[in-house]
T-cell receptor, first 115, second 114 residues
């Protein structure tokens, strides 16, 4: 069974650019959540996708957007990058959203640096 | 709304000593509570979770946590620290209110001294 994978592992961009991060969910999982983890802080919920539809969103501006594909893999897109977007971006997959039996399995993350 | 407060950004213990990492939560509805561990350059791994039922929850690697509703706490303990326990630990809360959203605390870095 393959776990959650993310690509790329590291990325360097400049202010104003756009970036796409990718996540492959664990086999059998239909839900993907994205988190931003700034240095020295806990992960902050960006949004969740369930069966290709957005299923909840945290306090992030619209320039953070996402997609989920029929195979349940997902992308996180960030437009007009700002210095404060520098962080570790974590993807987590689960069998379903909102169940008390739900467990999120996290990928290793993508480290984004904005210069 | 839910929130999590982890008391102490850094905790240092000697190998073999008791580990106690503190977590207090706020939730307007019955919460689900989690502890995750993060090793350097890795994602988060679930240690244990409380959903309903028994308030003392046992997890992996000898860790356990007790849900105390009256104190709104969910402290993580381990009787005897091992060098391999050195990592960042995150307490998290979620609740089924309009979707599934997990709120994490700021984390506690555990140092284990030989």
């Amino acid at each position: 069974e393959t776990g959650v994978t993310q690509s790329p592992t590291h990325l360097i961009k400049t202010r104003g650019q756009q970036v796409t991060l990718r996540c492959s969910s664990q086999s059998g999982h239909n839900t993907v959540s994205w988190y931003q983890q700034a240095l020295g802080q806990g992960p902050q919920f960006i949004f969740q996708y369930y069966r290709e539809e957005e299923n909840g969103r945290g306090n992030f501006p619209p320039r953070f957007s996402g997609l989920q594909f029929p195979n349940y893999s997902s992308e996180l897109n960030v437009n007009a990058l700002e210095l404060d977007d520098s962080a570790l971006y974590l993807c987590a997959s689960s069998q379903s959203p909102g169940s008390e039996y739900n467990e999120q399995f996290f990928g290793p993350g993508t480290r984004l640096t904005v210069l | 709304a839910q929130s999590v407060t982890q008391l102490g950004s850094h905790v240092s213990v000697s190998e073999g000593a008791l580990v106690l990492l503190r977590c207090n939560y706020s939730s307007s509805v019955p919460p689900y509570l989690f502890w995750y561990v993060q090793y350097p350059n890795q994602g988060l791994q679930l240690l244990l979770k409380y959903t309903t039922g028994a308030t003392l929850v046992k997890g992996i690697n000898g860790f356990e946590a007790e849900f105390k509703k009256s104190e709104t706490s969910f402290h993580l303990t381990k009787p005897s620290a091992h060098m391999s326990d050195a990592a960042e630990y995150f307490c998290a809360v979620s609740a089924q209110t309009g979707g599934f959203k997990t709120i994490f605390g700021a984390g506690t870095r555990l140092f284990v001294k030989a």
